[in-house]
């Protein structure tokens, strides 16, 4: 049985991808924090309680299996869609430099806490899923 297919995991995984890209552009935005004229980037923060209303809407689809060499593979969505967006952090230092490290270290450590708490939340539904089925 492949766990990974179910709604709440196909969620959670898309939330941690997201997390993940979200934490890319973050740390994008603190190295260029002495780049004159760099603007702050974010990513657009995504809606994922339509996820749990419209079931699987917007996720990744699984593969199709190819039985044949000679067929081409399906287009698989990923989660690299995700809209980024400026988000200067506050006025523009005199170079036009946007980005406050002090505010991009509060939104990298949210993030952080966030990928830990989604983390702890998709290991704990692999577990509740092998105890009902009854694997150790």
Do not use: C
């Amino acid at each position: 049985m492949n766990f990974t297919s179910t709604p709440l995991l196909k969620m959670l995984d898309e939330r941690l991808t997201w997390l993940n890209a979200r934490q890319a552009v973050l740390s994008e935005n603190v190295a260029n924090a002495d780049t004159p004229g760099y603007t702050a980037k974010d990513l657009k923060p995504e809606n994922f309680a339509s996820y749990l209303n419209n079931g699987s809407a917007g996720l990744p689809t699984p593969a199709l299996e190819r039985t044949n060499p000679r067929q081409l593979p399906g287009a698989i969505q990923t989660g690299q869609h995700f809209a980024e967006t400026q988000s200067p952090d506050g006025e523009a230092n005199p170079t036009g430099n946007t980005v406050s490290i002090d505010q991009e270290m509060m939104k990298v450590s949210k993030t952080q806490e966030e990928y830990q708490a989604a983390s702890d939340l998709y290991a704990k539904s692999i577990v509740m899923m092998r105890t009902a089925i009854g694997q150790p």
